[in-house]
């Protein structure tokens, strides 16, 4: 297994900036791939980015690509989520997840997910 910490949410005024972060413990050399996700009222979790573990490849969801970046630090067991020009749509609980395999814009490719972090971004 792998757990899963995230931090960083918060509130935030249209047009600001967020960083959120998940550190890793456990089996993470299991791991192919850390995602992020989120999760608004009344809508199902999506897919928002992911980066490849070993290879550092990432991957953006339209609706947050220029805006959104994603990055790794191994040595900390660390993802982030570098969140820039945030609108009132962004706002959603935001969760961090492991894959253990390919398809990693897929929800169903993730086994290990944090607690989820509030982001709310005021207009």
């Known amino acids: 297994q792998v757990q899963l910490v995230e931090s960083g949410g918060g509130l935030v005024q249209a047009g600001g900036s967020l960083r959120l972060s998940c550190t890793a413990s456990g089996r993470t050399f299991s791991m192919y791939a850390m995602g992020w996700f989120r999760q608004a009222p009344g809508k199902e979790r999506e897919f928002v980015a992911a980066?490849?573990?070993?290879?550092?490849?990432?991957y953006t969801a339209d609706s947050v690509k220029g805006r959104f970046t994603i990055s790794r630090d191994i040595a900390k067991n660390t993802v982030y989520l570098q969140m820039n020009s945030l609108k009132p749509e962004d706002t959603a609980v935001y969760y961090c997840?492991?894959?253990?395999?390919?398809?990693?814009?897929?929800?169903?490719?993730?086994?290990?997910w944090g607690q989820g972090t509030q982001v709310t971004v005021s207009s």
């Open positions: 997840a492991a894959a253990k395999g390919v398809g990693v814009t897929r929800r169903e490719s993730y086994g290990n």
């Open positions: 980066i490849s573990w070993s290879g550092g490849t990432t």
